[in-house]
Nanobody
Framework: QVQLVESGGGSVQSGGSLNLSCVAS????????MGWYCQAPGKQRELVAT???????NVADAVVGRFFVSGDFAKNSVYLVMNNLKADDTATYYC???????????????WGAGTQVTVSS
């Protein structure tokens, strides 16, 4: 299994910044993609940003220019810098890894426990 542990998050006023970090423990797995999703109360979980081992990123339109994802796959880590935060960014942020067992083609999704980000206006 791949275990993901997030850190960072917290409460900030509108316009502020926060940084999230996530590190994976992945014995026997290769991670292809790491990233972040968020889920606000009463809403579905949605993409924030992902990054591949080749540094290809996919960033949600709502956060382009404000949030920046980076990764260090040698350290099994992914990071999210969140600038100019808005009240609408308030959500639980989940680290995600798409990984496959060594020698296998089938990929699996793994999730962290989530970290709360609260932005007050």
């Amino acid at each position: 299994q791949v275990q993901l542990v997030e850190s960072g998050g917290g409460s900030v006023q509108s316009g502020g910044s926060l940084n999230l970090s996530c590190v994976a423990s992945r014995p026997g797995f290769i991670i292809d993609v790491m990233g972040w999703y968020c889920q606000a109360p009463g809403k579905q979980r949605e993409l924030v940003a992902t990054i591949t081992g080749a540094d290809r990123t996919n960033v949600a339109d709502a956060v382009v220019g404000r949030f920046f994802v980076s990764g260090d796959f040698a350290k099994n880590s992914v990071y999210l810098v969140m600038n100019n935060l808005k009240a609408d960014d308030t959500a639980t942020y989940y680290c995600n890894a798409v990984a496959r067992r060594l020698g296998r083609a089938q990929v699996q999704n793994f999730w962290g426990a989530g970290t709360q980000v609260t932005v007050s206006s």
